[in-house]
């Protein structure tokens, strides 16, 4: 298919409105309405919109629907996210501190900086290069006073690891070789090492999107966890699409059972769900029996 040049103009707020207003959709407060679009993008907003539209091709909408309808959605994904993205900084901590401690003690200190434990040299030394960035531009006081004082050029795997992204973790945990090491990391999560490989490159993915403030809640993940064959918690027996965030919802409830065994994030996500029942959950990928699931029930 040939491409062709984007030529359409910016529309202004009171444009945007109209244009909505001509394809069908209801504002229930116009003024409020143009107020929202003032500080939303409505490139960002229009997402939100798309549940509500009728015709694809013409953009209309479904009759009954309107404006506000939409900003629930917005507001339900923002909490969403919010609610995410603060059980997987528990998350994250752990993995950090599990990766660290167990490379630390089985090889040393500075295990990350010996090549021969890692698959893919080519890809192991744009990690590390990559965390030899990170450690310049930290302006973290331990990093800082350990430039200092000591003459090594990294600090060891403990205070290294905190300061390298989520992302540069990921990947050292990818490339790293296969064996019981790597298994050990996995089985304080109950999972084979695969899984968990999968799992963090799926929470890095999910993170990033919440950093931006992207849609979430309906979105298909281009990122995916994989399914665990054993676990140490129950876990779900409804084989569910792993490429929808209730499936990351799933590891995260997973992840906590040993992180946090009595953290309140099922309560929290019920409660959000209570909170807007106008919410479609089947386009977020929950079963019908997503309640009776092991997973959710696990004391």
């Not at 390298?164 to 064996?179: C, H, V």
């Amino acid at each position: 298919m040939a491409k062709t040049l984007y030529n359409d103009s910016p529309l202004t707020t009171g444009g945007i409105i109209q244009l909505l207003k001509s394809r069908g959709l209801a504002f229930k407060d116009e003024t409020k309405a143009s107020h929202l679009l003032d500080h939303i993008s409505f490139f960002r907003f229009k997402s939100y919109l798309q549940p509500l539209i009728q015709n694809k091709q013409t953009g209309t909408f479904k009759i009954g629907f309107a404006f506000e309808d939409a900003y629930t959605l917005y507001k339900f994904d923002s909490a969403l996210r919010k609610l995410i993205c603060a059980e997987m900084e528990k998350i994250e901590i752990s993995l950090r501190t599990i990766i660290s401690q167990e490379l630390s003690h089985t090889y040393s200190p500075y295990w990350f900086t010996d090549k021969t434990l890692f698959s893919n040299q080519t890809k192991y030394s744009g990690i590390l290069s990559g965390i030899e960035a990170e450690l310049k531009r930290s302006d973290d006081d331990q990093i800082l006073g350990f430039k200092k004082t000591y003459s090594n050029q990294f600090p060891p795997s403990w205070m290294t690891m905190e300061v390298s992204s989520f992302g540069t973790l990921s990947l050292l945990f990818k490339y790293l070789n296969g064996g019981r090491t790597k298994r050990n990391i996995a089985n304080h999560f109950g999972v084979a090492d695969t899984v968990l490989e999968s799992w963090i490159h799926s929470f890095v993915y999910v993170r990033n999107i919440c950093a931006h403030h992207s849609r979430l809640w309906n979105k298909t993940l281009r990122v995916t966890g994989g399914f665990p064959k054993r676990t140490s918690h129950g876990f779900i027996n409804t084989r569910v699409q792993n490429d929808r965030v209730y499936y990351i919802l799933c590891i995260i409830r997973y992840m906590l059972l040993t992180i946090n065994p009595n953290s309140s994030f099922t309560a929290r996500l019920k409660q959000l769900l209570q909170d807007y029942p106008s919410v479609d959950i089947k386009a977020m990928g929950f079963s019908a029996n997503w309640e009776s699931e092991p997973l959710w029930n696990t004391k």
